[in-house]
C-alpha cells in the first residue's frame, strides 16, 4: 500500500512539473512578445506549439505569433518593403493582414510591369483577384489585366475580366474607362462568335453572342441582328424535321432579339402553312379527312386561332360528312348495278356525284348512261356511236370516198347503208358500211362496246378513216 501511495505521488509530480515546464515555455515566448522582440519569440511560440497539448494556451500562442508576423509585415510595409511585408503578411494569416496583403501584391505587380515583366505581374494580380476578394485594388487590377491581355493577344482573357468587371463594378470609374477598348475589340467577338455559325453550331454562336450583347457597346444592335438571324436558321432546321412547336419557339425568339423582323416573320409562318395545308389536301384528295384534319391542326402551333386555319377545317367536316353520304348512295347505287337495275343505279350515282364529285363514281354515270341507251335501243345507239366519233369523223370520212367513187362512176357506185349486227360478247355490237364500184369496192366494219362506247376497227381502210 505504500509502495502505491508512493507510486501515484511520483506521478503526479512528473504531470505537474511538465505542466510547469510547458507553461515556462509560453511564458518566454508571451514575455518577448510583450517586449515586441517579434523575431525570437515567433521562435519560441514556434517551439510551444510543436510540442504543447494544453488547448487555452495553443490557442493564445498561434494568435500572438500570428501578430508577431503581422507586427514584422507592418514594419516592411511601411519601408515599402513590399515583398517582405507580403510573405510575412501571408504567415500572419489574418484578416487584418489581408487588409495590407493586398497592397503588396499590387505594389509587386507594379513593380514588374515598370520592368516589363507582365507575367509576373499577372501572378501578383492574379493572388489578389482569387484569395483577397473583398480588396479595393480589384477594379483596377482588372483594369490593368484587360491591357496586358490585350497587348498580349489574348483576347478571351481580357473579355473574361471585363465580364468580371462589369458584373461586379458597373459603376466603378475603371469598368467606365475601359470601355472604349472593349469596344474596339468587340468586333473581332462577334467574328469568333459567328465562326459556329458557319460550321452549323448555332446554339454555342447564339450562347457567345447573347454574352457579349449583356454589356454596354456600340455594337449591341448588331449583336441581337445576329442572334435573330441565328434563331431564324435554327428555326429552319426545326422545319425540315416538322417539330413546329421549335419552329413557333425559335421564330418567335428571332423577333424577340429584332423587331423588324416582325413582318418577315408573319410571312415566313403564313407560308409554313401554306404548305401544311397543301400536305392537309393531299390526304383529303385521297379521303384521309380525319389525317387532313390532323395536319391542318398544327397550323395552330404557328398561328393561335388562324381563322383561315379553322375555315379549312371546317370545310373538310363539311366534305367528310358529304363523302360519308356519297359513299351510301354510291353502295346502293353499286346493288342496283349487280341486279341489272341501271335505272335505279344511275339515279343513286348521280345523288353521290352532286354530294361529292370523284373520278370513279363520275365514270360510273357514264356507263349507266351508256347502259340505259343501249337498252332502250342497242342498234340506233351503236350507229349513235360510231357517227359522233371525233365529231363525225368516222361518217365524214366514209363519205368522202363515195364522193370519190361517185365522180369516177356516177350511178354505177351502190352502198348498202348504215349497218349494225350484234357481235358476240354483252352490249357489243358491229356496226358495217359497203362501197362497191366497177373497179374498186370498200368495205368498213368496226366493233363497238355499247357500255363503254368504245371502238375497234375490223380492217385497215376503218382504222385509217379514225384517224384525222
Same mark, same amino acid.
Given at each position: 500500500?505504500?509502495?502505491?501511495?508512493?507510486?501515484? %505521488?511520483?506521478?503526479?509530480?512528473?504531470?505537474?512539473?511538465?505542466?510547469?515546464?510547458?507553461?515556462?515555455?509560453?511564458?518566454?515566448?508571451?514575455?518577448?512578445?510583450?517586449?515586441?522582440?517579434?523575431?525570437?519569440?515567433?521562435?519560441?511560440?514556434?517551439?510551444?506549439?510543436?510540442?504543447?497539448?494544453?488547448?487555452?494556451?495553443?490557442?493564445?500562442?498561434?494568435?500572438?505569433?500570428?501578430?508577431?508576423?503581422?507586427?514584422?509585415?507592418?514594419?516592411?510595409?511601411?519601408? +515599402?518593403?513590399?515583398?517582405?511585408?507580403?510573405?510575412?503578411?501571408?504567415?500572419?494569416?489574418?484578416?487584418?493582414?489581408?487588409?495590407?496583403?493586398? /497592397?503588396?501584391?499590387?505594389?509587386?505587380?507594379?513593380?514588374?510591369?515598370?520592368?516589363?515583366?507582365?507575367?509576373?505581374?499577372?501572378?501578383?494580380?492574379?493572388?489578389?483577384?482569387? *484569395?483577397?476578394? /473583398?480588396?479595393?485594388?480589384?477594379?483596377?487590377?482588372?483594369?490593368?489585366?484587360?491591357?496586358?491581355?490585350?497587348?498580349?493577344?489574348?483576347?478571351?482573357?481580357?473579355?473574361?475580366?471585363?465580364?468580371?468587371?462589369?458584373?461586379?463594378? !458597373?459603376?466603378?470609374?475603371?469598368?467606365?474607362?475601359?470601355?472604349?477598348?472593349?469596344?474596339?475589340?468587340?468586333?473581332?467577338?462577334?467574328?469568333?462568335?459567328?465562326?459556329?455559325?458557319?460550321?452549323?453550331?448555332?446554339?454555342? @454562336?447564339?450562347?457567345?453572342?447573347?454574352?457579349?450583347?449583356?454589356?454596354?457597346?456600340?455594337?449591341?444592335?448588331?449583336?441581337?441582328?445576329?442572334?435573330?438571324?441565328?434563331?431564324?436558321?435554327?428555326?429552319?432546321?426545326?422545319?425540315?424535321?416538322?417539330?413546329?412547336?421549335?419552329?413557333?419557339?425559335?421564330?418567335?425568339?428571332?423577333?424577340?432579339?429584332?423587331?423588324?423582323?416582325?413582318?418577315?416573320?408573319?410571312?415566313?409562318?403564313?407560308?409554313?402553312?401554306?404548305?401544311?395545308?397543301?400536305?392537309? /389536301?393531299?390526304?383529303? @384528295?385521297?379521303?384521309?379527312?380525319?389525317?387532313?384534319?390532323?395536319?391542318?391542326?398544327?397550323?395552330?402551333?404557328?398561328?393561335?386561332?388562324?381563322?383561315?386555319? %379553322?375555315?379549312?377545317?371546317?370545310? %373538310?367536316? /363539311?366534305?367528310?360528312?358529304? *363523302?360519308?353520304?356519297?359513299?351510301?348512295?354510291?353502295?346502293?347505287?353499286?346493288?342496283?348495278?349487280?341486279?341489272?337495275?341501271?335505272?335505279?343505279?344511275?339515279?343513286?350515282?348521280?345523288? @353521290?356525284?352532286?354530294?361529292?364529285?370523284? $373520278?370513279?363514281?363520275? +365514270?360510273?354515270?357514264?356507263?349507266?348512261?351508256?347502259?340505259?341507251?343501249?337498252?332502250?335501243? !342497242?342498234?340506233?345507239?351503236?350507229?349513235?356511236?360510231?357517227?359522233?366519233?371525233?365529231?363525225?369523223?368516222?361518217?365524214?370520212?366514209?363519205?368522202?370516198?363515195?364522193?370519190?367513187?361517185?365522180?369516177?362512176? @356516177?350511178?354505177?357506185?351502190?352502198?348498202?347503208?348504215?349497218?349494225?349486227?350484234? $357481235?358476240?360478247?354483252?352490249?357489243?355490237?358491229?356496226?358495217?358500211?359497203?362501197?362497191?364500184?366497177?373497179?374498186?369496192?370498200?368495205?368498213?366494219?368496226?366493233?363497238?362496246?355499247?357500255?363503254?362506247?368504245?371502238?375497234?376497227?375490223?380492217?385497215?381502210?376503218?382504222?385509217?378513216?379514225?384517224?384525222?
Amino acid at each position: 500500500m505504500k509502495m502505491k501511495i508512493i507510486l501515484v %505521488t511520483l506521478i503526479l509530480f512528473i504531470v505537474v512539473s511538465s505542466h510547469g515546464w510547458a507553461n515556462s515555455k509560453f511564458n518566454i515566448a508571451h514575455q518577448l512578445y510583450m517586449k515586441s522582440n517579434y523575431v525570437m519569440a515567433i521562435k519560441h511560440f514556434d517551439d510551444f506549439i510543436e510540442t504543447s497539448k494544453n488547448g487555452a494556451f495553443l490557442t493564445q500562442a498561434e494568435l500572438e505569433r500570428s501578430d508577431c508576423y503581422y507586427q514584422l509585415g507592418s514594419q516592411a510595409y511601411l519601408k +515599402e518593403n513590399w515583398l517582405l511585408a507580403s510573405r510575412l503578411f501571408f504567415l500572419s494569416n489574418s484578416e487584418i493582414a489581408d487588409l495590407k496583403l493586398d /497592397d503588396c501584391y499590387f505594389q509587386l505587380a507594379q513593380q514588374q510591369l515598370l520592368q516589363n515583366v507582365p507575367s509576373s505581374a499577372l501572378e501578383y494580380y492574379q493572388k489578389v483577384v482569387s *484569395y483577397l476578394k /473583398d480588396s479595393e485594388h480589384i477594379p483596377e487590377i482588372l483594369f490593368n489585366r484587360i491591357q496586358i491581355y490585350i497587348k498580349m493577344g489574348n483576347k478571351l482573357s481580357a473579355f473574361n475580366d471585363y465580364h468580371f468587371l462589369w458584373e461586379n463594378y !458597373p459603376d466603378n470609374s475603371y469598368t467606365i474607362e475601359i470601355q472604349p477598348l472593349i469596344d474596339d475589340l468587340m468586333p473581332s467577338y462577334i467574328d469568333e462568335a459567328l465562326t459556329f455559325r458557319d460550321s452549323l453550331e448555332y446554339n454555342i @454562336s447564339i450562347d457567345l453572342l447573347s454574352k457579349l450583347s449583356q454589356y454596354p457597346s456600340v455594337f449591341q444592335d448588331d449583336i441581337f441582328v445576329h442572334i435573330s438571324d441565328l434563331y431564324l436558321l435554327k428555326a429552319e432546321e426545326a422545319l425540315v424535321i416538322k417539330e413546329y412547336e421549335f419552329v413557333k419557339k425559335y421564330l418567335d425568339l428571332a423577333v424577340d432579339n429584332d423587331k423588324l423582323k416582325k413582318e418577315i416573320v408573319s410571312k415566313k409562318l403564313d407560308d409554313i402553312c401554306s404548305k401544311i395545308f397543301q400536305e392537309g /389536301d393531299k390526304l383529303v @384528295s385521297s379521303f384521309q379527312f380525319d389525317e387532313a384534319i390532323g395536319i391542318y391542326n398544327k397550323c395552330f402551333i404557328l398561328i393561335p386561332e388562324y381563322q383561315i386555319c %379553322t375555315n379549312i377545317i371546317n370545310e %373538310t367536316n /363539311d366534305k367528310k360528312q358529304k *363523302y360519308k353520304s356519297a359513299l351510301e348512295h354510291e353502295d346502293q347505287a353499286i346493288q342496283f348495278e349487280k341486279n341489272k337495275e341501271y335505272a335505279l343505279a344511275y339515279t343513286h350515282y348521280n345523288k @353521290s356525284y352532286k354530294l361529292f364529285q370523284t $373520278a370513279r363514281v363520275k +365514270e360510273k354515270i357514264y356507263i349507266m348512261s351508256n347502259l340505259l341507251q343501249a337498252e332502250k335501243d !342497242p342498234k340506233a345507239f351503236a350507229e349513235k356511236i360510231i357517227k359522233d366519233y371525233k365529231k363525225g369523223i368516222i361518217p365524214a370520212g366514209v363519205e368522202a370516198r363515195e364522193s370519190s367513187l361517185i365522180a369516177q362512176y @356516177s350511178d354505177q357506185v351502190d352502198t348498202s347503208g348504215w349497218k349494225v349486227y350484234y $357481235a358476240i360478247g354483252e352490249f357489243k355490237y358491229e356496226v358495217r358500211f359497203d362501197l362497191l364500184s366497177p373497179a374498186e369496192n370498200y368495205y368498213y366494219a368496226w366493233r363497238v362496246n355499247l357500255k363503254t362506247r368504245d371502238i375497234t376497227s375490223l380492217n385497215k381502210i376503218s382504222e385509217d378513216v379514225m384517224k384525222r
